[in-house]
């Protein structure tokens, strides 16, 4: 998994880390969408280390619906709610649940079909990871999070649907700096923190050389 929505809330530092290993291949990656072209992971799709892709919203990137037309990229995609909701689902340990949306579409081809209410409803298996790579503000020593504004996104809910949880910040500070209150992700659900390597400047994310 990998959080942001756009480049919103991406981990470009953890992106760039798996491009520099290029042994690193055939991944599958749950994320709303794969970047811009050539920005987060629609680099990690130039690279051509991305097999499948899980989200809602790949249209964003060029080089992914053309990467999908050559044959060369698969295609899982989910309505937006009903993909965050499988995340938080897979967290919080739900094995599936029925939503109407996508009924009767191609995206209801082959799914469990019930009435709730008089109204028709697929079934939607819950979606965790081996591996979730996270963007947070800043953390404390011990791992706690906060976010920044829409950069929370997707964030908060992969950090609880991964067996591994590897959050990238833009600070560490020290344990018992932060008001309990602010604290959105608990440290108990992040094994690793990496500092940033990118700021914003002028609405562009800007790399530390």
Same mark, same amino acid.
């Given at each position: 998994m990998v959080g942001g929505f756009g480049l919103c809330g991406t981990p470009f530092?953890?992106?760039?880390?798996?491009?520099?290993? #290029?042994?690193?291949?055939n991944l599958t990656i749950i994320s709303n969408n794969l970047g811009e072209p050539g920005k987060g992971l629609g680099l990690l799709l130039l690279s051509g280390q991305i097999k499948k892709a899980v989200g809602s919203y790949f249209t964003s990137?060029?080089?992914a619906v053309?990467? $999908?037309?050559?044959?060369?990229?698969?295609?899982?995609?989910? #309505?937006?709610g009903t993909f965050v909701e499988a995340i938080r689902a897979g967290g919080a340990g739900i094995a599936a649940f029925y939503v109407k949306t996508g009924v009767g579409t191609e995206l209801a081809k082959g799914r469990e079909e019930r009435i709730f209410n008089s109204e028709r409803n697929i079934l939607i298996e819950a979606i965790r990871a081996k591996a979730a790579l996270i963007k947070a503000a800043k953390a404390d020593a011990l791992g706690n999070l906060i976010y920044s504004k829409s950069a929370r996104n997707f964030n908060p809910a992969m950090a609880t649907a991964a067996d591994v949880v590897i959050a990238e910040v833009d600070?560490?500070?020290p344990a018992g700096s932060f008001d309990p209150e602010q604290v959105v992700t608990p440290h108990n659900f992040v094994d690793y923190l990496v500092i940033s390597r990118y $700021?914003?400047?002028g609405g562009v994310y800007v790399k530390n050389t």
């Open positions: 530092t953890l992106i760039d880390a798996i491009i520099e290993q #290029p042994a690193i291949r990137n060029r080089d053309k990467a $999908w037309k050559r044959g060369t990229l698969e295609i899982e995609l989910y #309505p937006q600070e560490i500070v $700021w914003k400047e």
